[in-house]
């Protein structure tokens, strides 16, 4: 997915959007442009459709998702009569593959672990698989493929670890380079980015 100039997006929708905007320099440069603009200039009132739009935008770059893909998700998790929609969708983000790439503390960001999704690092059941949207479900067996162990991906692996901490849902195993997903994705509503009711308000339009 084509993204653009990340910091012009950070500006507009927060800085939680992208790992590249959560450094000391983002903040220094956004602090800095603040101080040009001066504190008495009036802020724009914003509509409810601009802010369920600036909502949807967050998650789609969250997860960094086509809008067609977020469509998909977000019928999905509402045609689903068994479950809650906001839960199910969250749901349906996490089990991507990619993203539990990501979380597995494999990847710095979701958009390093879906290149490695992409260009065939990564295993499921031992077999590789280069579609980052795969969904994952409980029991499946994620790894680093045997010929991309040597790979200057993985060589300071243990140091990146070091101070990872793997959600309640997923294991890895540092030594065999193998992770399980062990349940249904839980994600805590303090940790996201955006507010996911919103996000179903926009497309009920």
């Not at 929609?85 to 983000?93: C, F, K, V």
């Amino acid at each position: 997915m084509k993204i653009g100039p990340k910091y012009k997006i950070c500006k507009r929708l927060g800085s939680g959007v992208f790992d590249k905007c959560q450094t000391q320099k983002f903040a220094l440069v956004e602090d800095k442009n603040k101080k040009k603009r001066g504190s008495s200039k009036r802020p724009r009132q914003m509509s409810e459709y601009g802010k369920q739009l600036i909502e949807k935008q967050k998650m789609r770059y969250t997860y960094g998702i086509a809008e067609k893909q977020l469509t998909k998700y977000v019928k999905e998790a509402l045609a689903r009569k068994d479950s809650k929609p906001a839960t199910q969708l969250i749901e349906n983000l996490e089990s991507r593959l990619d993203n539990v790439v990501y979380r597995l503390g494999l990847a710095n960001s979701r958009q390093m672990a879906r290149q490695m999704v992409s260009h065939g690092h990564i295993t499921i059941g031992g077999r590789k698989v280069t579609i980052p949207s795969y969904r994952m479900s409980a029991g499946l067996k994620i790894g680093v493929r045997e010929g991309s162990r040597g790979s200057v991906l993985f060589t300071n692996l243990s140091e990146k670890l070091r101070d990872h901490k793997n959600p309640s849902w997923v294991s890895f195993d540092e030594k065999s380079l193998e992770g399980e997903v062990k349940g249904k994705p839980v994600v805590d509503n303090t940790e996201l980015m955006f507010d996911v009711s919103s996000v179903f308000e926009f497309y009920s339009r």
